[in-house]
């Protein structure tokens, strides 16, 4: 069976300064590979996914994440980070194709001060 | 296109009482999940719906709990009777498939706003 940990519950990090938010996984198969960000009283929204071929994944809002095989690792990143960045933030798993559910991670909280 | 819809947008209830949670997929979409998260367990999957049909429902927690899709733009998720166990926020989302490779990576899942449910 699949599982996701991120091991932060939360990370504080300055306004304009680089962030990471961290996520491993574990997956019998190939890995299938979402971040999700929530923000307050809203539902999850897509940022990015790794299905295949480049480490690095570029998506929404300036974020991206690098899959890292021999890690289990997929880190959620960006180089400038802003207060609206603030909210909760998900990464999912899924280790078969087709439309099987995601396994998600207990989420961080990503706060991010001016 | 409006997303998925969910309502209503906050329930409060007392212990005992039946409760209905209502969500409209997005047009198109053929897969329907319903969530819960509390910040114990973070987000659960209860049961999620293929064309209408329910695929799995291991994490329905009780027989209090039930589902039902009966159309194509339409769910119910219901609890019989109520337990302030059950607070949580209660989330559907759907997807579909959207590229051409049919592959994991085209089944982006889409939230909606979520239900907040108390049960005192």
């Known amino acids: 069976a699949q599982s996701v940990a991120q091991p932060e519950d939360q990370v504080n990090v300055a306004e304009g300064n680089p962030l990471t938010v961290k996520c491993t996984y574990s997956v019998s198969g190939n890995p299938y590979l979402f971040w999700y960000v929530q923000y307050p009283n809203r539902g999850l929204q ?3 996914k790794y299905i295949t071929g480049d480490n690095l994944v570029k998506g929404s809002y300036g974020f991206e994440a690098e899959f890292n095989k021999s890690q289990t690792s997929f880190h959620l990143k960006k180089p400038s980070a802003l207060v609206s960045d603030s909210a909760l933030y998900f ?6 194709p087709g439309n099987t559910p995601l396994v998600f991670g207990k989420g961080t909280r990503l706060s991010v001060i001016a | 296109d409006a997303g998925v819809i ?3 947008r906050h329930e409060v209830t007392e212990m005992g009482q039946e409760v209905t949670l209502r969500c ?7 897969y329907l999940f319903w969530y819960r998260q509390t910040m114990m367990r973070g987000l659960e999957l209860l049961i999620y719906f293929n064309n209408n049909v329910p695929i799995d429902d291991s994490g329905m927690p009780e ?6 899709m009966p159309n194509a733009s339409f769910s119910t998720l219901k609890i019989q009777p109520s337990e302030p166990r059950d607070s949580a926020v209660y989330f559907c989302a759907s997807s579909a498939l959207l590229g051409l490779a049919g592959g994991a990576g085209d089944y982006e899942q889409y939230f909606g706003p979520g239900t907040r449910l108390t049960v005192t």
């Open chain 2, 24 to 30: 409209k997929p997005i047009s198109g979409h053929d």
């Open chain 1, 91 to 96: 990464c999912a798993v899924r280790d078969v």
């Open chain 2, 63 to 68: 027989d209090r709990f039930s589902a039902k």
């Open chain 1, 46 to 48: 897509f940022l990015l």
């Open chain 2, 6 to 8: 969910q309502s209503p």
